[in-house]
């Protein structure tokens, strides 16, 4: 059966609106699945890390994956007092950071002052427990004249060597979307 010209044309004209349909359902499933990528890529992941970062220049000096109830504790020897200091922190289920508690031998210049939580002497410090003070961003700025030590799950990292030590640190939890995680690991 031999189609007139004007049929052919109609034809014809179908399939080519046929192709470009089915290009733009494509090109649609595509734009979709690129922007279905990109938005989960960006959803937060449940990656949290506790970061040491030289504050002036923002680089990341050590890090490492932490869970909720992790606790880590720095050590150090007191500038004034001369003796040792202990301090603990806690990370609760949000990612955020407690100070719980601080071991004194003494009380004095830039060591605590004020009653917070309970207080108790054992083995010959003053023990200031249940603090659950937040902490955002734990600044410090350890000495190479003492021996200074970060604490975490079995992890030390001596904080009174390079490349720590002189410098202005920060300590931060970095919550991490997927993309983040992806590439930041």
Same mark, same amino acid.
């Given at each position: ?68 109830? #992790? ?20 990370? #609760? ?14 009380? =004095? ?7 917070? =939580? ?17 902490? #955002? ?16 799950? =079995? #992890? ?30």
């Amino acid at each position: 059966m031999k189609l007139s010209k004007r049929a052919r044309v109609k034809e014809r004209a179908l399939r080519v609106c046929n192709v470009l349909f089915k290009q733009r359902k494509l090109l649609f499933f595509v734009f979709f699945l690129f922007f279905f990528i990109i938005v989960l890529l960006n959803i937060s992941s449940p990656h949290k890390f506790l970061v040491i970062e030289e504050a002036k220049t923002g680089k990341v000096l050590w890090k490492s994956e932490i869970s909720a109830e #992790d606790w880590f504790h720095h050590e150090y020897i007191h500038s004034v007092e001369k003796s040792l200091v202990i301090e603990k922190f806690k990370i #609760d289920q949000t990612g955020q950071i407690f100070a719980m508690e601080s071991w004194t031998r003494s009380f =004095g210049a830039g060591l605590p002052y004020e009653l917070k =939580g309970t207080v108790e002497i054992a083995d010959g410090y003053y023990i200031s427990k249940e603090l659950y003070e937040p902490i #955002d961003v734990l600044h410090m700025q350890p000495s190479h004249l003492h021996l200074h030590t970060f604490h975490l799950r =079995g #992890d030390v990292v001596v904080l009174s060597e390079a490349p720590f030590t002189r410098t202005h640190l920060k300590f931060y939890i970095k919550k991490l979307n997927w993309l983040e995680f992806i590439f930041w690991t």
